[in-house]
């Protein structure tokens, strides 16, 4: 079978796992970090400080700024919900987009249960937030802006410089869902002011289990801990800390960061090659942005075929319809109807995610087997006549 849902997760490198293994056994170094009376619990502190500069490196931030968590979903919740809950004395006002990852949104519905007021952003039909429209909602309430880098179904690149400007300018904390940004865009945190930044290894071929928020320190964000315990991680997010996870994540990330230029040009002309052997099939739409999207995700609407009909027909490539975290409901995608998309086209979507083991000769069978799929559905289809 063919992979490519690298969007969902990434196969994990053996490097990464390599050094993975050498932190579990007895004859490793498989002590916990916070024991501060032997060299067992040292020596572990020693690679946890290893893996957060390897981290820190690649987002030009400071060590001290990285806080690890069990992955983007729990780094979502910390940011959104410790900051609400850190700052509601200043305001109750948080501003967020319709495009978000589930972990964004679910966290601020939570929130509005609990009386803190959201404005969810409409984003232009290119998927694009409109930066005049979103000034228009910010108010003396308003405390935090949560926006995605990436968009993990279309690959949409949101302006996070603009938009922190912006944040800048109104005394606003700006947190960044970078999950699926941080190791195929350039991130340069001392550029560009982010509060704070989520985003888990197993989008960059490290182990699943393992994600990070990163909160400055110039000038310095406060937050409320959503897991309280032993104080670990400057009190912001307490557990023993899992050293063989962080390790592999050091690695996925110093590996991201000397390969960062290639795999940028080398996924983009994949996904180029792939959207030139499907652009000719009859009401196909482009769902992604080639030009100014990220290089891994194709998003595209197969008009007349049900998403999940085609996806069963190309039974041995693995794609999807949406993203992995939703597509458990059968509903229409809600970030493409959110770009105006019909139902029917928002239906018809696929979404294929290519990554650094992703070849050319897969994409070209790829291509091949939509072809005929498409061809064999239609076929079927009572709606297409032509
Ligand atoms: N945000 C985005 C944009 C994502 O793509 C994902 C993974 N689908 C997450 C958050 C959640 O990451 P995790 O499953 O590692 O918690």
Same mark, same amino acid.
């Given at each position: 079978?063919?992979?490519?849902?690298?969007?969902?997760?990434?196969?994990?490198?053996?490097?990464?796992?390599?050094?993975?293994?050498?932190?579990?056994?007895?004859?490793?170094?498989?002590?916990?970090?916070?024991?501060?009376?032997?060299?067992?619990?040292?020596?572990?502190?020693?690679?946890?400080?290893?893996?957060?500069?390897?981290?820190?490196?690649?987002?030009?931030?400071?060590?001290?700024?990285?806080?690890?968590?069990?992955?983007?979903?729990?780094?979502?919740?910390?940011?959104? *919900? /410790? =900051?609400?809950?850190? +700052?509601?004395?200043?305001?109750?006002?948080?501003?967020? %987009?319709?495009?978000? $990852?589930?972990?964004?949104?679910?966290?601020?519905?939570?929130?509005?249960?609990?009386?803190?007021?959201?404005?969810?952003?409409?984003?232009?039909?290119?998927?694009?937030?409109?930066?005049?429209?979103?000034?228009?909602?910010?108010?003396?309430?308003?405390?935090?802006?949560?926006?995605?880098?990436?968009?993990?179904?279309?690959?949409?690149?949101?302006?996070?410089?603009?938009?922190?400007?912006?944040?800048?300018?109104?005394?606003?904390?700006?947190?960044?869902?970078?999950?699926?940004?941080?190791?195929?865009?350039?991130?340069?945190?001392?550029?560009?002011?982010?509060?704070?930044?989520?985003?888990?290894?197993?989008?960059?071929?490290?182990? *699943? /289990? =393992?994600?990070?928020? +990163?909160?400055?320190?110039?000038?310095?964000?406060?937050? %409320?801990?959503?897991? $309280?315990?032993?104080?670990?991680?400057?009190?912001?997010?307490?557990?023993?800390?899992?050293?063989?996870?962080?390790?592999?994540?050091?690695?996925?990330?110093?590996?991201?960061?000397?390969?960062?230029?290639?795999?940028?040009?080398?996924?983009?002309?994949?996904?180029?090659?792939?959207?030139?052997?499907?652009?000719?099939?009859?009401?196909?739409?482009?769902?992604?942005?080639?030009?100014?999207?990220?290089?891994?995700?194709?998003?595209?609407?197969?008009?007349?075929?049900?998403?999940?009909?085609?996806?069963?027909?190309?039974?041995?490539?693995?794609?999807?319809?949406?993203?992995?975290?939703?597509?458990?409901?059968?509903?229409?995608?809600?970030?493409?109807?959110?770009?105006?998309?019909?139902?029917?086209?928002?239906?018809?979507?696929?979404?294929?995610?290519?990554?650094?083991?992703?070849?050319?000769?897969?994409?070209?069978?790829?291509?091949?087997?939509?072809?005929?799929?498409?061809?064999?559905?239609?076929?079927?289809?009572?709606?297409?006549?032509?």
């Amino acid at each position: 079978p063919i992979y490519l849902d690298y969007a969902a997760t990434t196969p994990m490198e053996p490097l990464v796992i390599k050094n993975m293994i050498k932190f579990l056994t007895l004859d490793g170094t498989f002590g916990n970090p916070a024991s501060r009376s032997h060299q067992f619990g040292w020596k572990a502190e020693e690679s946890v400080d290893i893996a957060r500069n390897q981290i820190a490196e690649l987002i030009n931030a400071d060590s001290r700024e990285i806080v690890f968590t069990s992955g983007a979903t729990e780094s979502n919740n910390l940011a959104i *919900k /410790g =900051i609400s809950e850190f +700052y509601k004395k200043k305001g109750n006002h948080i501003i967020t %987009s319709k495009t978000e $990852h589930k972990a964004v949104l679910d966290t601020c519905r939570y929130l509005e249960s609990k009386g803190v007021r959201i404005t969810y952003l409409n984003p232009s039909k290119n998927g694009i937030i409109n930066l005049k429209q979103f000034k228009q909602h910010i108010c003396e309430k308003t405390i935090l802006v949560s926006i995605m880098h990436v968009n993990n179904e279309t690959g949409v690149i949101q302006d996070v410089k603009e938009i922190s400007k912006i944040c800048i300018k109104n005394n606003i904390l700006f947190h960044v869902d970078a999950t699926q940004s941080v190791g195929k865009l350039h991130i340069d945190l001392n550029k560009i002011k982010i509060d704070l930044m989520s985003f888990s290894a197993h989008k960059i071929y490290g182990p *699943k /289990g =393992i994600g990070v928020l +990163y909160v400055r320190r110039k000038p310095r964000v406060r937050l %409320s801990a959503q897991i $309280h315990g032993g104080g670990h991680e400057r009190g912001m997010r307490s557990g023993t800390l899992p050293v063989h996870q962080i390790v592999g994540m050091g690695i996925a990330c110093k590996l991201a960061k000397k390969n960062i230029d290639h795999d940028y040009a080398y996924l983009k002309d994949l996904r180029n090659y792939l959207w030139e052997g499907l652009k000719d099939i009859d009401e196909v739409y482009l769902n992604s942005n080639l030009k100014y999207g990220a290089p891994h995700i194709l998003n595209v609407s197969f008009n007349y075929i049900e998403g999940e009909s085609l996806i069963m027909a190309l039974k041995d490539i693995a794609v999807s319809s949406g993203s992995a975290c939703t597509s458990a409901s059968l509903e229409p995608s809600y970030v493409l109807r959110a770009l105006g998309l019909k139902d029917e086209l928002a239906h018809s979507s696929i979404r294929f995610s290519i990554g650094r083991f992703t070849t050319k000769s897969e994409i070209s069978y790829t291509i091949k087997t939509v072809h005929k799929a498409i061809d064999r559905l239609r076929n079927l289809s009572p709606l297409w006549e032509m």
